[in-house]
């Protein structure tokens, strides 16, 4: 089967990103927006009036995130180009104009008593959304008056919104040069296409001249990208601060339903199983003929291991042995990664001009999801397309639920897609034909728990020892470097002889603006997926059914809760949390052993 590397934005919206059916749609949206705001100011809380308004709050919802995947979506394979700036304003807009009587709604939830609160939200139209509508009741309780919750709305739009934009500014007019070892050439190339060469380039010398030039092209743009990360960070916390948040992770903690309990203990099984890293480290070191590991090398491919020869993957192999070893462990999974492919939800061609990096978004009004990536035909593509897609799988599994019931939260949304990135790593290490091919990857499947293990947790301790000292001022860009290249030293163990200080300048999420501490819930995922693939190992055939239905309450009840329904495991122990290292830990017994014969 041939399928499309492009995706299909038209079924969306008809005529490019000037569609006549995005600008009715704009207009539809502003007017549905317009009756919601009157209909609350004259609202008394009851179980009719609660879910009229609930309905229409979420039609709204519908049409708004409908709008940002089209508009994201052009704007994604055209990066850097000005002419979508002001559909991202008109639709900015409009999430500040619905802001204030969703905050009204909010505070009407507010005005019944506890007792009358719980008959309300389990009435019959309302009883698949009670989770929701209690959180929004609990956030009512931090709203300050009307007036300033709008300016504090639209002051965003200028404020935190645009200094995250203005980040994607930054990022698309970067460049630099770097010299490819295999021919001696000189080559010019994007930060976007300098990012995704750093993570396949076999050749030593040219990935470290790839990376030191990459190093230098963020040194050169670090005072803009400080002053970005400050200004955002600093509209954050005086934000939090407004309304009463306690410290800088109580609101990225709410957003993923887990308690401070369950962080800690996550992070302290982290800590404690580093050390497993370091043999696995120096042996690669050895496989790829290296003096020393530098941030380039992390998850540098394996060459020249025995007579095996990596062989460049097609895009419809990969899609083919994706759709097998999901049929494997879920028919429903393998049936909708071929819809997948065959409509064209998937944007994965390898060319000029794209946004560095992937992602899946849902398209609500038609119950559809899009997926963007760039595939070059690496052993990890295979898997990163898995990730994607079990993303767009675990939102479709609720699609016959209100929208509010698929509010589910980062930690859990990375649950699935690393569960379906796991199928395939395990099939690739189980079809090796030899030593050396499983060798080969083996040590690519060992990508996600470095990156989950120790990379995403120096993210995490940059940032949480940014937010300390941003609260007494700005930060220079000086410092920023010291407390990166403190957390890549603490994370890594000293593994790293060679870091990447500018990585907080360099990396995306810490400069998105919806989301607060755009790392720990990868890890979270990361292991929580650990334990359902074991479940899903003991279950057999009985397993879909049971994944499904752990899906489908992912966006109703807390992670804590959701743990102990559907695994029966309590997430603030260390037990549950060091079962996924001991996994890990299997995995570079292999590594080691298998590796013997190629030093």
């Known amino acids: 089967m041939t399928y499309s590397q492009t995706w299909d934005l038209e079924s969306i919206y008809p005529g490019g990103i000037n569609s006549p059916k995005l600008m009715a749609k704009y207009d539809l949206v502003a007017e549905q927006i317009h009756s919601f705001a009157e209909a609350v100011d004259q609202a008394e809380a009851s179980a009719e009036t609660i879910a009229n308004l609930s309905d229409l709050a979420q039609s709204i919802g519908s049409g708004l ?11 994604s394979v055209d990066y850097g180009n000005s002419i979508y700036s002001p559909h991202f304003d008109k639709l900015g807009k409009l999430f500040v104009d619905f802001s204030a009587p969703l905050n009204k709604f909010q505070k009407l939830l507010l005005t019944l008593d506890d007792a009358s609160f719980e008959r309300v939200i389990h ?75 750093l993570d396949g380039e076999a050749n ?68 404690d199983n580093k050390s497993i890293f370091k043999p696995y480290f120096d042996r690669k070191k050895q496989l790829l003929g290296l003096k020393d590991i530098g941030w380039q090398d992390q998850v540098a491919p394996l060459t020249n291991i025995g007579d095996y020869q990596p062989e460049e993957v097609s895009y419809d192999d990969a899609a083919a042995f994706i759709i097998e070893q999901f049929g494997k462990f879920s028919p429903k999974m393998a049936s909708f990664a071929k819809m997948a492919f065959e409509k064209r939800w998937i944007e994965s061609e390898n060319r000029p001009g794209k946004q560095p990096g992937g992602y899946m978004e849902s398209v609500p009004d038609l119950q559809e999801s899009r997926i963007f990536l760039t595939y070059t035909g690496s052993v990890n593509d ?29 930690n859990v949304a990375e649950t699935a897609s690393t569960f379906a990135e796991l199928i395939v790593n395990d099939a690739n290490v189980r079809g090796a034909k030899s030593d050396a091919e499983k060798l080969v990857l083996l040590d690519a499947k060992m990508t996600n728990p470095i990156a989950m293990f120790l990379n995403i947790h120096a993210r995490f301790l940059f940032e949480d020892a940014f937010y300390q000292e941003r609260k007494n001022g700005v930060v220079t860009p000086q410092r920023l470097n010291e407390l990166m290249d403190d957390a890549q030293k603490n994370a890594f ?60 309450d992912t966006a109703n009840m807390t992670s804590e809760e959701l743990a102990k329904k559907h695994l029966g495991v309590d997430l603030t122990q260390p037990d549950f949390w060091q079962a996924g290292a001991n996994l890990i830990q299997k995995d570079i017994d292999e590594f080691l052993t298998l590796s013997e014969q190629f030093i």
């Open 493 to 552: 163990d000293g593994i790293l002889d060679v870091r990447h200080p500018h990585f907080w300048s360099s990396k995306l999420h810490f400069f998105i603006d919806s989301v607060p501490f755009y790392n720990f819930p990868y890890t979270f995922g990361y292991l929580f997926s650990a334990g359902i693939y074991a479940q899903a190992q003991k279950d057999g055939a009985d397993f879909e059914d049971k994944y499904i239905a752990l899906l489908r």
């Open 65 to 75: 995130g409908t709008i940002n995947i089209f508009i994201n979506g052009w704007a």
């Open 382 to 410: 295979a898997a990163t397309i898995a990730h994607e897609l079990g993303h767009a799988f675990h939102s479709a599994q609720l699609t016959d639920l209100p929208l509010w019931r698929d509010a589910y939260a980062m």
């Open 123 to 197: 009435s019959e139209r309302l009883t698949d959304i009670a989770f929701y509508l209690s959180e929004l009741r609990t956030n009512a309780k931090r709203l300050l008056d009307d007036d300033t919750e709008s300016l504090i709305n639209q002051l965003d739009l200028d404020g935190q919104q645009a200094w995250s934009k203005h980040y994607d500014t930054i990022s698309a007019s970067l460049s630099m040069n770097y010299t490819d070892n295999e021919d001696g050439k000189t080559r010019h190339i994007s930060a976007g296409q300098a990012l995704n060469m």
């Open 204 to 271: 030593n010398d040219t990935r470290a001249n790839i990376m030191a030039n990459y190093e230098k092209m963020w040194s050169n743009a670090e005072n803009l990208t400080a002053d970005t990360l400050n200004h955002l960070a600093g509209f954050r916390l005086t934000n939090q601060k407004a309304h009463n948040r306690k410290n800088h992770l109580e609101q990225p903690l709410e957003m993923n339903r887990m308690s401070q309990a369950t962080l800690d203990a996550m992070w302290r099984v982290v800590d």
